[in-house]
């Protein structure tokens, strides 16, 4: 079993920053693919971006990149979500999911953060 926690989400300006954290136990996080999803009020969870398990490949949804980067610490058991250049469209919850059952871009993974508020004020 893994348990997943994430943290950092807050309310911004437009044009700033946040970084969340998802810090993993329960499991070492050293050999699984890791992603961030958003679910915004009245619409359907979407895809944000991707790690491997090395952290030598990353993927990012076309709304959001060059503005967000995906990282991860192994050492730390945590994987990080930079999000810059932040816009109103970007206010949703966010998730961090772990193992995938699926396509990496599909919001189909075994395990879920409870997630994080993100709110981004014009």
């Known amino acids: 079993q893994v348990q997943l926690v994430e943290s950092g989400g807050g309310l911004v300006q437009a044009g700033g920053s946040l970084r969340l954290s998802c810090a993993a136990s329960g499991r070492t996080l050293g050999k699984q693919a890791m992603a961030w999803f958003r679910q915004a009020p009245g619409k359907e969870r979407e895809f944000v971006a991707f790690?491997?398990?090395?952290?030598?490949?990353?993927y990012y949804a076309d709304s959001v990149k060059g503005r967000f980067t995906i990282s991860r610490d192994s050492a730390k058991n945590t994987v990080y979500l930079q999000m810059d250049s932040l816009k109103p469209e970007d206010t949703a919850d966010y998730y961090c999911?772990?193992?995938?059952?699926?396509?990496?871009?599909?919001?189909?993974?075994?395990?879920w953060g409870q997630g994080t508020q993100v709110t981004v004020s014009p």
């Open positions: 790690i491997n398990w090395s952290g030598t490949t990353t």
């Open positions: 999911a772990t193992d995938p059952r699926s396509m990496y871009y599909t919001p189909r993974y075994n395990y």
